[in-house]
């Protein structure tokens, strides 16, 4: 795992763009501490700062052949099998590195080679010959890739911040682009919230010549396989555990240790059961806990714990902790944020660091592939309903939505949600599926831009740009397939596994790897009738089943409870905003930034100056974090590290010049 | 001009849910609208029973009742009335 940046640029100076990668790369050392490099040919640069996990002694980079010469971020998991595979094709290798496999398979397979790859990863390949530079990242977006056009030159890097010593650069909000984030929480396709940044959509390569871009191309949508469909449910279960299982058992190749975080839910739990079938050492755990009892679900982490009989480490995180360290995260995301739960993730990889981890699996993205989201059950009980108007099971349906939430205990508040949901009969099954409610709820923050903004909110619009980025078989799809499509195209990719994943690893050197994101799994699983994965309301019900008998009975059968941290109450924790949130949301700082309206934000923290009660709704909760992570990237100085890279980690240093 | 139950309300929706009164239209639904989202409705008949000493039950949450400030307008007058028990 590490950081990478590149340069492509006509108007190439020597000496200028080598100290500039070197700037950039100093930004992102946090991916890297172990060691970093530069590449440097006529119109091009690569860096790279590393994270040493698989071949610790040699491996490093960028690493060059005669006619290649790479910068990769990520891992290929199956690099033993390619391996075995272009060697028996007459390949020769020099490294045990999984970076060597990637150069060596693009020799043999050209741009197919992307297809063979099990892993998470960006990189950029440079043709040394061709004089062309070939980028690509994994299926899911798991590891992230930006570029940015300024003037005449394209920049590339792991993260927005690498930007930043960019001499005559400044990000700038695009605010039609921060509106969209702000109703999806995310930007649709490769758009970025900021102007002339792309993020590289996952699944695609792109090539570049010394022109530019030259070409654009998707090499994985998901469903695109045809597997055979298990005989039943009984071998469609069967198929799951031994495809999870092959999946946790590459991702545990590592030449250093590897922990499991611990939810208290079931996907976690799953994992670190594997993993204790896969590896007979003692396996080291990591979970968060809350001293708000609300968040805290402690008590389902020591039953999985007790069975494992894990090394467990628990990290406690109160109000104070979230409030403290939200503006650090905001600088790791550069995006705005919607809720704070990035911020115990954030926390807890110092602490997996500190223990003297780099690499952790987590129970990541089986919400989406094997539909775990109250947005799966949400769309099934409106498909129900509007099927059957009149029956008289509605209200027991209801009821199932929702059994966590308390304030829906009082049985008038079912006539509510009813209502509430009456209002997408007419849209739930568009190309938006679920995404018309998440709109729904959060077009709300539409009110607190400045008016001089002039922020539209054009739901024909939003589902016109929604439908250019469907592939070709969404309509062959049921409308659970397809949430689970935007499901995975926004709030997984650009939310989950960026700032709320890679970001809040990354900042402390910290490797997450996700057994469910594995494509094997993802393929199978997408194809199996749906109520394997629901049955009735019962969300990822194969999964359940699968491991009935492998994880604590109060695990398996509890509740989904989302992982959530404080929001609204750590801001307010005594009794007025804090010191800091008060400055990003000062009236001076409001007018000086123009993007918000400065009565109604000052209505908002008015209200709760007076009383911040018990219950919060989503919506407060999510516009005091939008508020203050959108004031803080405007109010930060640009990410220029005064120290540079230590001198004694350079590994590499190559001058490729004619 | 507008009834007392209509200030009411809107003082009760601008305040609680940050809007200004041109925000939004008061003839259609505020969830469409995205003023409020289902938390929001919960605390609109809370409110109601508390300032109008109504009683609202599950058979009340009804669009017709519950879609518009003027639609919520008229049931609280219905309820005050006892047209609808």
């Known amino acids: 795992m590490c950081g990478i940046a590149g340069i492509l640029n006509k108007a190439f100076s020597a000496s200028t763009d080598t100290r500039l990668i070197e700037r950039m790369l100093a930004t992102i050392e946090h991916r890297g501490p172990d060691g970093w490099g530069t590449y440097s040919s006529d119109g091009i640069h690569l860096g790279h700062v590393r994270l040493s996990i698989v071949d610790l002694s040699g491996g490093h980079q960028p690493m060059m052949t005669d006619k290649y010469v790479i910068s990769f971020n990520g891992e290929v998991y199956n690099h033993i099998e390619l391996r075995a595979e272009l060697e028996s094709l007459g390949a020769t290798f020099h490294t045990t590195c999984d970076t060597e496999v990637i150069i060596k398979a693009y020799e043999q397979w050209g741009m197919d080679a992307v297809k063979k790859f099990n892993g998470q990863f960006a990189f950029l390949l440079w043709d040394r010959q061709e004089k062309r530079l070939i980028i690509a990242r994994d299926r899911y977006a798991i590891r992230p890739l930006y570029v940015l056009n300024h003037q005449g030159a394209i920049y590339f890097a792991s993260e927005i911040k690498a930007f930043d010593p960019i001499p005559g650069y400044r990000r700038e909000l695009d605010m039609d682009n921060l509106f969209e984030h702000a109703l999806f929480w995310n930007t649709l396709a490769d758009k970025t919230v900021y102007k002339n940044i792309r993020s590289v959509p996952g699944g695609t390569y792109e090539i570049y010549s010394t022109d530019g871009l030259s070409v654009q191309e998707r090499y994985y949508s998901l469903g695109e396989s045809t597997p055979d469909l298990p005989a039943n449910f009984n071998a469609a279960c069967a198929e799951l555990r031994e495809t999870l299982k092959d999946a946790t058992r590459l991702r545990l190749r590592s030449d250093v240790p590897v922990g499991a975080y611990l939810s208290g839910g079931i996907d976690s739990s799953v994992i670190t059961h594997l993993v204790s079938q896969i590896n007979r050492e003692r396996l080291q755990t990591f979970s968060v806990a809350f001293e708000d ?21 628990e990290l406690k995180i109160s109000y104070k902790m979230v409030e403290e360290n939200f503006y650090n995260v905001i600088h790791h995301t550069d995006r705005p944020l919607f809720r704070t739960a990035p911020v115990p993730l954030y926390l807890l990889s110092d602490a997996v660091r500190k223990a003297g981890f780099k690499v952790v699996l987590t129970g990541e993205a089986s919400d989406e592939v094997l539909w775990g989201y109250d947005s799966y059950k949400e769309l099934k009980l409106l498909q129900f309903w509007a099927k059957h108007p009149e029956s008289k099971l509605r209200p027991q349906l209801i009821k199932r939505l929702y059994p966590h939430l308390k304030h829906f205990n009082d049985p008038r508040q079912f006539g509510l949600m009813r209502m509430y949901y009456e209002g997408f009969l007419d849209s739930y099954d568009n190309e938006m599926a679920s995404l018309n409610i998440r709109v729904s709820n959060n077009s709300i923050l539409k009110n607190y831009f400045n008016r001089d903004r002039k922020v539209v909110l054009d739901k024909e619009k939003l589902l016109a740009d929604v439908k250019e980025t469907l592939p070709k078989d969404y309509y062959d799809w049921s409308l659970l397939q397809r949430n689970q499509y935007m499901e995975m195209r926004t709030l997984l990719s650009g939310y989950l596994l960026s700032s709320q994943g890679d970001r809040m690893s990354m900042a402390h050197s910290v490797e997450g790897r996700y057994p469910f994101l594995d494509h094997r799994l993802i393929e199978q699983s997408f194809h199996y009738p749906a109520a394997y994965k629901m049955h009735v309301l019962s969300q990822k019900h194969i999964l359940r089943e699968t491991f009935r008998k492998d994880i604590p009975a109060s695990i398996i059968d509890r509740p989904k409870l989302p992982y959530m941290a404080p929001d609204l109450k750590s801001f307010f924790a005594g009794g007025t905003l804090s010191e800091r949130a008060s400055d990003l949301l000062s009236e001076k700082k409001l007018k000086d930034y123009g993007v918000f309206d400065s009565t109604m934000v000052n209505r908002f923290i008015s209200k709760y100056e007076r009383n911040v009660p018990e219950k919060l709704g989503y919506r407060d909760n999510m516009l005091i974090c939008f508020l203050l992570s959108t004031q803080y990237l405007l109010d930060a100085p640009p990410t220029i590290k005064v120290s540079p890279l230590s001198p004694e980690l350079r590994t590499v240093t190559i001058a490729d010049h004619v | 001009m507008a009834s007392d139950i209509q200030e009411a309300l809107l003082d009760f929706v601008c305040n609680s849910f940050f809007v200004q009164r041109d925000d939004f239209d008061h003839s259609d639904s505020l969830i469409d609208q995205g ?47 006892g047209e609808i028990k």
């Open chain 2, 35 to 81: 003023v409020i989202d289902s938390f929001g409705l919960v605390e609109i008949a809370a409110f109601m029973e508390k300032k109008f000493g109504i009683k609202v039950t599950e058979n009340d949450m009804i669009r017709e009742y519950f879609g518009s400030i003027h639609k919520m307008e008229r049931f609280i007058e219905l309820k005050m009335s």
């Open chain 1, 293 to 313: 009892d609300d968040f805290d679900e402690s008590s389902y982490q020591q039953d999985m714990i007790r069975q494992l009989s894990s090394e467990h480490y």
